[in-house]
């Protein structure tokens, strides 16, 4: 039987949400297909953080070497060329993360192997695959057919499928010699810890983020008058942190912080993919945009068509006098 192969992400002794989320999209291809599911596990000293994944999908393979103790493009482009050269998986799913994107492309050109990057969600049919991507900031859905081939690769985005370590299966562990480590140029160094922040937004149970609708730098006290009134924290999006307006650890998204508070109130902001995946986990999210098509009102529960700068000061007002 033939297999999908997924590369389980880990640091710091956490598994990486996208690990099973992959494996969430992996098991569904697996059914479709009657292919197994298999995660590699590359690390050092990872055999029972490995053991997580166990019932996620059908075939743990744990590779460990000090060489892997730490994400290296030269010795995981090892790992997998030879592994997909020697199993030929129908299909190897990476995440479409910092790690994934230094990885992919290099190894589609060295395993020979077609590669779509940024997936949002697949269809294999025995040789052929159909791929979906979102362009433009997902206002726009492209749907792609990949000419016929033994063997795929895709990276997937972040926060497309849910996830869970418990998918109805009970893997196999299986240990994995290294390879022979020949010609490798990078080296890991060190993990830089990011600068002590003002506030932590990842702990606060109410956010009013503020987006680049606001307009100016000096609106700033109209959505931070209002996140006073409701005894919320300010956070924001990613243009509104280049911008200085307010510091980078406010910021929400892929290359800002993940959060999941109670409420999420997104003031101005689009709703680019790279800022829902820091703010699709809220439990209630509530949006204010004046253009009724802006992305983010696909991710709210509830959503108001308006100028900030008229919408919010109202609010305010009425939070005042409750
Ligand atoms: P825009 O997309 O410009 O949207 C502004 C919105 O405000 C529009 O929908 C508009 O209709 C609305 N608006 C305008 N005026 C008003 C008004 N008066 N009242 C109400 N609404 C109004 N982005 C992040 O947020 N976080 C990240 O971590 C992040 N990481 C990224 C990483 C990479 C590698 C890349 C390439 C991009 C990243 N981005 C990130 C940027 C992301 O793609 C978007 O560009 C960004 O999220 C857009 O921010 P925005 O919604 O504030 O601005």
């Known amino acids: 039987m033939g297999e999908i192969l997924i590369l389980a992400e880990h640091r710091d002794s956490e598994i990486r949400d996208i690990t099973f989320e992959m494996l969430t999209l992996a098991n569904r291809l697996g059914e479709e297909n009657n292919l197994t599911v298999t995660a590699l596990f590359p690390g050092y000293g990872v055999s029972a953080l490995a053991g997580s994944l166990k019932g996620a999908c059908d075939r743990v393979l744990v590779m460990e070497a000090p060489e892997l103790e730490n994400y290296n493009a030269d010795t995981y482009l090892a790992v997998l060329e030879g592994l997909i050269r020697e199993r030929k998986p129908a299909l190897t799913v990476i995440g479409h993360t910092a790690q994934g994107m230094d990885l992919a492309p290099a190894l589609a050109i060295r395993s020979g192997v077609p590669l779509v990057t940024d997936c949002v969600d697949v269809i294999l049919k025995g040789e052929t695959m159909d791929v979906q991507r979102q362009i433009y900031s997902g206002k726009i859905q492209a749907d792609l057919v990949m000419k016929p081939s033994e063997t795929y690769l895709i990276t997937l985005r972040p926060g497309c499928f849910p996830g869970g370590s418990e998918q109805g299966k009970s893997a196999d562990m299986e240990s994995l010699s290294p390879p022979e480590w020949t010609g490798l140029r990078r080296q890991f160094v060190e993990y830089l810890e990011a600068e002590l922040e003002d506030v932590d937004i990842t702990a606060a149970d ?102 900030i700068l008229q919408v919010v000061p109202e609010l305010t007002e009425r939070f005042k006098k409750e």
């Open 206 to 307: 109410i956010l009013v983020s503020v987006g680049r609708g606001i307009g100016k730098m000096e609106n700033i006290p109209v959505v931070e008058a209002f996140a006073n009134a409701i005894g919320a924290t300010l956070s924001c999006s990613r243009p509104v942190a280049d911008k200085e307006w307010l510091p980078k650890s406010r910021q929400v998204g892929t290359s800002g912080k993940t959060v999941k508070p109670k409420v999420y109130i997104a003031l101005g902001i689009s709703g680019a993919f790279q800022h829902q995946a820091g703010m699709k986990n809220a439990d209630t999210v509530i949006a204010v945009n004046t253009d009724p098509k802006a992305p983010i009102f696909n991710v709210a529960h509830y959503g108001i068509v308006g100028e």
